[in-house]
């Protein structure tokens, strides 16, 4: 992390202009001038490959350092099949009423999704899920219907939280006519909150736990204060396992607190995203830096930076040259609508 801190230090004046501003403030201009040179003469397949740490033996030493220096500084991200630490794990496949509205990204992600959180939760004995920021509960839904658990569908926005309920219920009748023997279908319960701090997220959680009244609908509108959390176990609340799929934001950050100081909550699955949006330099608890590493470095983003982040290396690469291009080219008109 210090090593981190304070490679970001020797170039924040490039890290922290917005993209446009490359072009609007001739910002090339602050590159090292060798490297320049050296980098117009490459096609744009090896300008693509820059940040994957791939460098020519032609290149100026100093460039070929930088590169290779940041590269080294790449956190350790390992992929691991669920298989290896979930051997019991089984994937269901959506049917099309309850991949209705899905794509094929967002079908493949639920499929994937759900059946790692269904083992997860036996594995740890629990049978309740909440899936926060649950959007449209498609992934409520795959858990209520294919895998039998009763899920808490939390959400900032109540229209979302409608679609989930109208959705639901069409999606039982199709499972109850389906089904030979009479069986009951819990739909997903809806809470519709916005979680700015772990302690909202604790207190509504174990709050939806304990009220067992009603099939789905709790509406909690504009819980943003600050609710001492519960210290203590309540043994009327099941165990449960936090899931997330895209949990934006601070929104993957609380989840990871509430993992931590809830006895209650057994597992956390997050997916996060829009690492951009995280909250630094707050007087509350922000989303970055959480780990006590990061903190001791001093290491400080801010927006711009983490912007840039954002722009995945492997996204780039896998488009086209004329796509890429076209990226580069809409940077540069709005540069130019800009000025």
Same mark, same amino acid.
């Given at each position: 992390m210090e090593?981190?801190? *304070?490679?970001?230090?020797?170039?924040?004046?490039?890290?922290?202009? #917005?993209?446009?501003?490359?072009?609007k403030d001739r910002?090339?201009?602050m590159?090292?001038?060798?490297?320049?040179?050296?980098?117009?003469?490459?096609?744009?397949?090896?300008?693509?490959?820059?940040? *994957?740490?791939?460098?020519?033996? #032609?290149?100026p030493?100093s460039?070929?350092?930088?590169?290779?220096?940041?590269?080294?500084?790449?956190?350790?991200?390992?992929?691991?099949s669920?298989?290896?630490f979930l051997?019991n794990?089984?994937?269901?496949s959506?049917?099309?009423?309850?991949?209705q509205?899905?794509n094929?990204?967002?079908? #493949?992600?639920?499929?994937?999704l759900?059946?790692i959180?269904?083992?997860?939760?036996?594995?740890r004995g629990?049978?309740?899920?909440?899936?926060?920021?649950s959007?449209?509960?498609?992934?409520?839904?795959?858990?209520?219907?294919?895998? $039998?658990?009763?899920?808490?569908a939390?959400?900032?926005? *109540?229209?979302?939280?409608?679609?989930?309920?109208?959705?639901a219920?069409?999606?039982?009748?199709?499972?109850?006519?389906?089904?030979?023997?009479?069986?009951?279908?819990?739909? @997903?319960?809806?809470?519709?909150?916005?979680?700015?701090s772990?302690?909202?997220?604790?207190?509504?959680?174990l709050d939806?736990? $304990?009220d067992d009244?009603?099939? #789905?609908?709790?509406?909690?509108?504009?819980?943003?204060?600050?609710?001492p959390?519960?210290?203590?176990?309540?043994?009327?609340i099941? $165990?449960?396992?936090?899931?997330?799929?895209?949990?934006?934001?601070?929104?993957?950050v609380n989840?990871?607190?509430?993992?931590v100081?809830?006895?209650?909550?057994?597992a956390?699955?997050?997916?996060?995203?829009?690492?951009?949006?995280?909250?630094?330099?707050?007087?509350?608890? @922000?989303?970055?830096?959480?780990s006590?590493?990061?903190?001791? *470095?001093?290491?400080?983003?801010?927006?711009?930076?983490?912007?840039?982040?954002?722009?995945?290396?492997?996204?780039?690469?896998?488009?086209?040259?004329?796509?890429?291009?076209?990226?580069f080219?809409?940077h540069a008109?709005?540069?130019?609508?800009?000025?």
């Open positions: 090593a981190i801190a *304070s490679f970001l230090g020797r170039h924040r004046p490039l890290l922290e202009a #917005h993209v446009v501003n490359f072009f910002l090339w201009e590159v090292d001038a060798d490297w320049m040179e050296c980098l117009r003469r490459e096609p744009v397949e090896s300008l693509l490959m820059l940040p *994957s740490g791939c460098v020519q033996d #032609h290149w030493s460039l070929q350092e930088f590169i290779l220096t940041a590269r080294s500084l790449v956190l350790p991200r390992e992929q691991k669920p298989q290896s051997p794990s089984r994937v269901a959506i049917g099309t009423v309850l991949a509205g899905m094929s990204k967002k079908k #493949h992600e639920i499929e994937a759900s059946g959180v269904d083992a997860i939760a036996r594995s629990a049978k309740t899920v909440v899936d926060v920021g959007g449209q509960g498609y992934l409520a839904q795959a858990l209520s219907f294919e895998y $039998q658990l009763a899920v808490i939390i959400d900032a926005s *109540s229209h979302h939280a409608s679609v989930t309920n109208t959705r219920e069409r999606i039982k009748k199709h499972y109850a006519a389906k089904c030979v023997e009479k069986q009951q279908f819990k739909v @997903p319960r809806t809470v519709t909150c916005h979680v700015l772990s302690d909202t997220l604790a207190a509504v959680t939806a736990c $304990q009244h009603g099939e #789905h609908i709790t509406e909690t509108n504009n819980c943003n204060q600050s609710i959390q519960i210290e203590q176990p309540n043994h009327s099941p $165990q449960l396992v936090l899931a997330g799929l895209h949990a934006c934001g601070d929104l993957s989840m990871l607190r509430v993992f100081s809830c006895e209650q909550v057994q956390l699955v997050s997916v996060g995203c829009c690492y951009n949006l995280l909250s630094e330099d707050t007087d509350t608890c @922000p989303g970055f830096p959480i006590k590493a990061a903190k001791s *470095s001093k290491l400080v983003l801010g927006k711009s930076i983490r912007d840039l982040a954002c722009q995945s290396a492997e996204r780039w690469r896998n488009l086209t040259k004329e796509m890429a291009l076209q990226n080219d809409i008109f709005r540069a130019a609508f800009q000025m």
